[in-house]
């Protein structure tokens, strides 16, 4: 049974840094398309940062420079440093899986089928 448990989150001062983490387990955990996703309230679910299978990375314009996703595979754990926050990134933040694709090629959130419960990161 695969399972995502995200942690990490809390509330941080603009400016400030947060480093989210994403235990997985229930399948191969470095062969698949894995990502970052947050909604605030009111708004649509977005894309954050994704990572390849081969480690490659691939980030949302709002967050190019600031967030680095990173995966610990002896740990089957994904990560999400965010820094230089902003107010605008307050947002309940999730990880996701897809198992039927290597490479992130979109940030469809119907395309990943397993989601963590989500971690609460508020900016102010």
């Known amino acids: 049974q695969v399972q995502l448990v995200e942690s990490g989150g809390g509330s941080v001062q603009a400016g400030g840094s947060l480093r989210l983490s994403c235990a997985a387990s229930?399948?191969?955990?470095?062969?698949?398309?894995m990502g970052w996703f947050r909604q605030a309230p009111g708004k649509e679910r977005e894309g954050v940062a994704a990572i390849d299978s081969d480690g490659s990375t691939v980030y949302a314009n709002s967050v190019k420079g600031r967030f680095t996703i990173s995966r610990d595979v002896a740990k089957n754990t994904l990560y999400l440093q965010m820094n230089s926050l902003k107010p605008e990134d307050t947002a309940m933040y999730y990880c996701?899986?897809?198992?039927?694709?290597?490479?992130?090629?979109?940030?469809?959130?119907?395309?990943?089928?397993?989601w963590g419960q989500g971690t609460q990161v508020t900016v102010s």
């Open positions: 996701a899986v897809d198992l039927t694709h290597s490479s992130c090629y979109t940030w469809n959130t119907a395309t990943y089928q397993h």
């Open positions: 229930g399948y191969t955990y470095s062969s698949y398309c």
